[in-house]
């Protein structure tokens, strides 16, 4: 039977900034078991057949933090990034519409304008103050019935994979851009676009081995020797203090920092704790599909410097595009004659997706859109399910979460992290870094957790990107 002070549950962006600052401070006594054959979690990269490099999902490096800058720098050199200005759009009305689309309806129908302007006046001559119940009402309230019906409402159902009636609206932050009446009319009469909103607008991207690479880094920093891969955790004795796993081998601890889902962290609770898996049942989450497209030939003009596009409407599956080849050369196997894209798609059990049927759907989807003209140079294609995607923020998560996670602080056992803290508005990769690198900071210097009890306070957007 192993022994130690920290066990650290999960080897993605949270676990790893957790045996990061360990280490950092001189601290050695802990253990990380991941059940995955490498780190990153949901930050990993993979290479398909034909040398395509994938993440799962389309994530980008930008930070609210000095430490994960610094730990950026560590991870990856100077000359291992690529700079990116943000050039993402919305496909509607069967064109591209500069991101954000309330800042830019000058690209829309007459009709579809004035609909949109119309819902802001409304909103904007309103006298009283209407308290929204959900994240619909909030919706409907700050940008009025034409934005909402048109791409709001659309779109976050898509995403989400939840009625927007059934989340709520205090995660929001700096996530939703605001409506500004008289800058929109200002943009329609003087022509402008309007692309700059947003903590992303600049961003970094690993120049080879996609962001798999960073974390892989993360993890020689922090020692081969203290994180176990292949380590599936099948119990936790928290009367005991400790941890079985799959193996059949038992890790007795102090501490335990959890980054797994949070509603299955508490199913293996033994003994069976019935009001903890009572409050666990009540969090929602969303699956995420990840669909690689690898193509021959060059991207047509409209995607040439394109970084992501969103999807609200019906004509495919996927809410999100990712020009991949543009992030780096390398992500695909020959750059002067090859690019890739990669979708994302929702499902929940609001909304189902044929997994066999996918890659096909997605397909036609991308025709539909014009991404591509036609299936013909397609040369590769990538398939991965992520059960867990997004912690839904339901309207019931913070009564929840207020409940269970001191429950489990009680039992030394913390979680944190995108999925084991449960908080969507702290769950970017630095979000998720910090978590783990303040909790340690917590238990070893008596300091705050700011990230995941405070969001407000981090979600700071930044004049530009420290790097």
């Known amino acids: 039977m192993k022994e130690c002070k920290y066990l650290i549950i999960g080897a993605g962006p949270t676990g790893l900034g957790a045996g990061y600052r360990l280490k950092e401070l001189g601290v050695t006594d802990f253990i990380i078991i991941e059940k995955s054959d490498k780190p990153g979690g949901l930050a990993t990269s993979h290479v398909d057949k034909q040398g395509f490099v994938w993440d799962v999902g389309g994530h980008v490096q930008f930070s609210h933090y000095d430490y994960f800058d610094a730990l950026m720098k560590e991870a990856i050199n100077e000359e291992g990034w690529n700079t990116h200005k943000r050039d993402a759009s919305i496909w509607m009305q069967n064109q591209f519409i500069p991101y954000p689309f309330q800042n830019n309806i000058k690209y829309i129908n007459k009709e579809s304008m004035w609909r949109c302007l119309k819902g802001v006046i409304e909103i904007t001559k309103r006298n009283e103050k209407i308290e929204p119940r959900n994240f619909k009402e909030w919706i409907l309230n700050n940008f009025g019935t034409g934005i909402s019906e048109l791409f709001m409402l659309p779109y976050n ?9 059934k989340m709520g609206f205090n995660w929001i932050a700096e996530r939703v851009s605001q409506v500004d009446l008289m800058k929109m009319i200002q943009d329609i009469l003087l022509d402008k676009d309007d ?5 992303n607008r600049t961003f970094r991207f690993p120049k080879k081995g996609g962001t798999g690479a960073i974390w892989n880094n993360v993890a020689e920093s922090v020692g081969q020797d203290y994180i176990q891969l292949n380590s599936q955790l099948v119990q936790i004795n928290h009367l005991e203090k400790k941890a079985i796993l799959q193996t059949g081998e ?20 033994n003994p069976i704790v019935p009001s903890l898996n009572e409050l666990a049942k009540r969090l929602l989450f969303s699956g995420t599909n990840i669909v690689g497209v690898g193509l021959n030939g060059k991207p047509p003009e409209s995607l040439k410097n394109k970084c992501w596009m969103y999807f609200p409407e019906e004509d495919c599956p996927f809410y999100r595009t990712t020009v991949f ?19 994302e798609t ?9 997994h066999s049927k996918l890659v096909e759907e997605t397909i036609n989807g991308l025709i539909n859109t014009k991404q591509i003209s036609s299936a013909q ?6 398939f991965y399910h992520a059960a867990y995607g997004y912690p839904t923020p339901s309207i019931d998560r913070d009564d929840v979460l207020n409940k269970l996670i001191p429950k489990l602080d009680d039992m030394d056992i913390y979680s944190r992290g995108r999925f084991g803290g449960w908080k969507y508005e702290v769950s ?16 070893e210097q008596n300091s705050p957790e700011t990230t995941y009890f405070f969001p407000n306070k981090v979600n700071v957007q930044r004049d530009k990107h420290k790097s």
Not at 157 to 163: D, M, R, S
Not at 250 to 269: A, C, G, Q, R, W
Not at 377 to 382: A, P, Q, R, V, Y
């Open 250 to 269: 038992v890790i007795k601890y102090d501490v335990v920092l959890n980054t797994s889902p949070l509603n299955k962290m508490v199913e293996l609770l």
């Open 195 to 199: 692309s700059s909103w947003g903590p």
């Open 157 to 165: 159902k898509k995403v989400w994979a939840y009625p927007p009636e």
């Open 325 to 343: 080849s543009n992030y780096s050369k390398y992500n695909v196997p020959d750059p002067k004659n090859q690019w890739s894209l990669m979708t």
């Open 428 to 443: 970017n990769q630095d979000h998720s870094t910090m978590q783990g690198v303040e909790w340690v900071n917590a238990l």
């Open 377 to 382: 140079n397609i040369c590769s294609t990538w």
């Open 346 to 354: 929702s499902e929940s059990p609001y909304k189902k997706h044929d």
